[in-house]
């Protein structure tokens, strides 16, 4: 068995759905619930005696060490964190607390087990850590794409908090010799994505009939990978992985804003007739300390565990928009109450 942090998140609950369609180990899956876990995105599995969920911080050193010691996992796979940049410009403390003292109290919990590991357990151990290519900052336009030898150079307080997460992962393996790997990975879209984000808030605007806010000049480039394939990739870290090494893991697709939000809207128009959303584009306040560019070499991947993305930016795309537009009720449940105070908070005057 295995435990999962934030597997009722994004890129969590893609993965433990991916998982239990590719193996019949179970998953323990440790989630707070924060305004971004969301049960709804695990309901499939409500029957499935091979999931158990326990709502629950991985700051509770106690509860981890208890779900250790009970369920005895091979591996601890950990998602949770706050995740959205523009909430740790608004609010920092919360990133502080889950992505670094968090992770802190959730590295301590995993050496104390590890600890009392012998003979194929103790060489089976893993911890993986899951980590964001804005660690490294932001690039100048001809520069070459992050390497996993990039200097750390984060920006935002969420990158600042996951880069001090990272280095902790980091120390407790030269330290301890926990055996970590860590995974830095571009932009994540797809199916069940929060809709503060890029893509799906777009979406959710463009099915409203709401403006669609791209910030200052819409210049600013992302590498965009398919959540499926962020799955994918952690599976193969995990299996075949050097405990000790980090991964970097992209999509081979580099893509400013402006042409992320033309591109949805012409895939939206293509799979819902009648829908102009590219009309509802308007430019808006830029985010405070905006990186740039972050572009992804994905090629210590490739080469050592084979790993390579399946779904190009197009095909992916269809396959989001397919999704949203047959999941309609997913959107209204996750789109009421503090949602509406979040986009009232981020967006309020802020048309450029
Ligand atoms: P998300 O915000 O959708 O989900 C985070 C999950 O963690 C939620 O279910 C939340 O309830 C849970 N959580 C938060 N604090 C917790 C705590 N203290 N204890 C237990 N659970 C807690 O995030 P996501 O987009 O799925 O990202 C998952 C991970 O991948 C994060 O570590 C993020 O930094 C990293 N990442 C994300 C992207 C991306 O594009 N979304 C890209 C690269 C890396
Ligand atoms: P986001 O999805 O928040 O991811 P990240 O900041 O982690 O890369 O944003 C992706 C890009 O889209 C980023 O350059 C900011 C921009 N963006 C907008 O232009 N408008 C928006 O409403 C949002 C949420 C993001």
Not at 301 to 327: H, K, M, Q
Request: aromatic residues 10%; negative net charge; proline residues 5%.
């Amino acid at each position: 068995m295995i435990l999962v942090t934030g597997g009722a998140g994004f890129i969590g609950a893609n993965f433990v759905l991916d998982w239990l369609d590719c193996s019949d180990e179970p998953v323990i899956n440790l989630d707070k619930l924060t305004y971004a876990g969301n049960l709804g995105n695990l309901a499939s599995l409500k029957r499935d005696t091979r999931h158990i969920f326990v709502r629950g911080d991985i700051g509770d050193r106690n509860l981890v060490l208890h779900l250790l010691s009970l369920y005895r996992p091979r591996a601890i796979v950990n998602f949770a964190a706050e995740s959205h940049v523009d909430r740790s410009i608004h609010g920092p403390a919360d990133f502080i607390a889950t992505n670094i003292v968090g992770t802190f109290a959730l590295l301590d919990a995993a050496r104390g087990y590890w600890n009392t590991l012998t003979g194929n357990e103790l060489a089976q151990f893993r911890f993986v850590h899951i980590s964001t290519d804005e660690v490294y900052g932001s690039l100048e336009p001809a520069a070459a794409p992050f390497s996993e030898t990039n200097a750390y150079a984060p920006n935002s307080p969420y990158s600042a908090s996951k880069a001090s997460a990272d280095h902790l992962v980091r120390s407790y393996q030269h330290t301890y010799g926990l055996p970590t790997l860590t995974t830095n990975c571009s932009n994540n879209y797809g199916p069940r994505q929060f809709p503060e984000k890029l893509i799906p808030l777009m979406l959710y605007n463009a099915l409203a009939g709401k403006p669609l806010p791209v910030y200052g000049d819409g210049g600013n480039v992302r590498d965009w990978l398919y959540v499926g394939d962020h799955c994918a990739a952690i599976r193969m870290v995990l299996e075949q992985g050097r405990p000790g090494e980090t991964y970097n893991v992209g999509g081979n697709a580099e893509i400013a804003n402006i042409d992320v939000v033309r591109t949805l809207c012409r895939v939206l128009g293509e799979q819902k007739p009648g829908c102009d959303a590219e009309s509802l584009i308007t430019f808006v306040k830029d985010r405070a300390g905006h990186d740039r560019r972050y572009a992804i070499d994905a090629s210590k991947i490739r080469r050592e565990l084979g790993w390579e993305p399946s779904e190009t930016f197009e095909s992916g795309i269809a396959r989001t928009v397919a999704w949203y537009l047959d999941n309609a009720g997913w959107l209204a449940a996750v789109t009421s109450g503090e949602y509406k105070n979040w986009i009232s908070l981020n967006y309020a005057a802020e048309v450029a």
